[in-house]
């Protein structure tokens, strides 16, 4: 009996560095060492430290093939397969075995932020993209009644199994009695993005690394009343990777 298994790695820079060698490559016959004919020891360890179950299979050969995911709207990823084998000396094709913590890869774990701070920051960045002055034409949260601009929220944390990833959803907001503008900028503003590797600074914690920012959705279609009046209302949300 074969089983072939199947791993996605998701933090393509960090996870896909546990296989990588001291001149960063990965070959096709390593994994830290040299590869028998029939492969050798692979254990399947959770990352979440809230699982404690694992796997072993005694015999794991890395096969050559693989499929990596360069996307535009969520992370990159890369796929490994690997072929177990029937290990006649131990009788076992794989087991179930406990999560030994020594063995447990850790891939860089966000630490916890101040929501207020992220979405102050986020206004500032997104000012920034638009030309817009914060308090006068952007504003976090919401905007005033009966001011056209721009206004900046968080709307939605998802929960995430992957222990190291955080991820948020932003609402871009704009409000404008003139809906060619409305559109204009909500459009330009979604053209920036996706953007990787982007530096924010928070007031309390200092500068955190945002992985990825990503154009989820916008929408140019929509007539609000604001004190009476009808204006048009522009959003982009944005998943913000952390």
Do not use: W
Request: proline share 3%.
């Amino acid at each position: 009996m074969t089983i072939l298994l199947t791993t996605e790695i998701m933090s393509v820079d960090n996870g896909l560095g546990l296989f990588l060698d001291e001149n960063d490559r990965i070959s096709l016959d390593r994994i830290g060492e040299r590869q028998s004919p029939m492969g050798g020891e692979l254990f399947l360890i959770p990352i979440s430290p809230s699982d404690m179950v694992a796997y072993r299979f005694p015999l794991a050969l890395l096969l050559r093939n693989s499929k990596c995911s360069i996307n535009a709207n969520e992370e990159h990823s890369i796929e490994l397969q690997f072929e177990a084998n029937f290990q006649e000396e131990e009788q076992i094709l794989f087991e179930r075995i406990p999560v030994n913590e020594a063995q447990r890869a850790t891939l860089g774990i966000s630490n916890d932020i101040n929501p207020a701070d992220f979405e102050r920051a986020m206004t500032y960045y997104i000012a920034d993209k638009l030309n817009m002055t914060v308090d006068t034409d952007i504003f976090r949260g919401g905007l005033p009644i009966n001011v056209d601009g721009c206004a900046v929220a968080i709307s939605d944390r998802e929960e995430q199994d992957i222990v190291n990833n955080k991820r948020y959803e932003v609402s871009v907001l704009f409000i404008d009695s003139n809906r060619d503008k409305v559109m204009k900028t909500i459009h330009d503003l979604s053209n920036n993005f996706p953007i990787y590797g982007q530096n924010l600074t928070l007031d309390s914690s200092g500068t955190i690394m945002i992985k990825a920012m990503l154009a989820e959705r916008s929408n140019y279609d929509t007539m609000i009343a604001d004190d009476g009046k009808l204006k048009s209302l522009g959003s982009l949300i944005i998943k913000i990777i952390i």
